[in-house]
C-alpha cells in the first residue's frame, strides 16, 4: 500500500517540484531527480484546484511521469487508482481523471 509519506518532494521555483526518494508504485519506478510542475490546472480554476494541491501532488507525480514516458492511457489509469488508494476527494479525482483523459484524447487520440 502506498501513503502520502512516500512522496518526498523539495519545492523549486516557479511552481516545480523535485522527487527526493524513489517513487515505486505497481510497475513503474518515478526516479529520483525527477522534476515535475504539478497539476497542469487552468488558472481560472486555482481558487478550487491549485496546481500544487497537497492531495494531488502525489498524482501529479506519477502522472506527469508516466506522460513523459509517453504512456498516456496507463498514466490516466494510475491517476485515477492511485487516487482511489490516497482516498482523494472524489469530485477532485473525478473532474481532474475526466479532464487528462480528454485532453489526451483532443492532444494525442488516445
Given at each position: 500500500m502506498i501513503r502520502y509519506s512516500d512522496f518526498i518532494v523539495q519545492p523549486m521555483r516557479n511552481q516545480r517540484y523535485k522527487v527526493l526518494e524513489n517513487i515505486?508504485?505497481?510497475?513503474?519506478?518515478?526516479?529520483?531527480?525527477y522534476r515535475?510542475?504539478?497539476g497542469n490546472v487552468p488558472r481560472l480554476l486555482w481558487?478550487?484546484?491549485?496546481?500544487?494541491?497537497?492531495?494531488?501532488?502525489p498524482l501529479y507525480i506519477?502522472?506527469?511521469y508516466l506522460c513523459d514516458l509517453e504512456l498516456y492511457n496507463k498514466a490516466d489509469k494510475y491517476l485515477f487508482q492511485l487516487g482511489l488508494e490516497l482516498n482523494v476527494s472524489k469530485w477532485k479525482l473525478k473532474y481532474v481523471y475526466?479532464?487528462?483523459?480528454?485532453?489526451?484524447?483532443?492532444?494525442?487520440?488516445?
Amino acid at each position: 500500500m502506498i501513503r502520502y509519506s512516500d512522496f518526498i518532494v523539495q519545492p523549486m521555483r516557479n511552481q516545480r517540484y523535485k522527487v527526493l526518494e524513489n517513487i515505486i508504485y505497481k510497475d513503474i519506478i518515478v526516479p529520483a531527480g525527477y522534476r515535475t510542475n504539478g497539476g497542469n490546472v487552468p488558472r481560472l480554476l486555482w481558487s478550487i484546484l491549485p496546481p500544487n494541491d497537497s492531495e494531488m501532488l502525489p498524482l501529479y507525480i506519477v502522472h506527469d511521469y508516466l506522460c513523459d514516458l509517453e504512456l498516456y492511457n496507463k498514466a490516466d489509469k494510475y491517476l485515477f487508482q492511485l487516487g482511489l488508494e490516497l482516498n482523494v476527494s472524489k469530485w477532485k479525482l473525478k473532474y481532474v481523471y475526466n479532464a487528462v483523459k480528454l485532453y489526451h484524447k483532443i492532444k494525442y487520440g488516445v
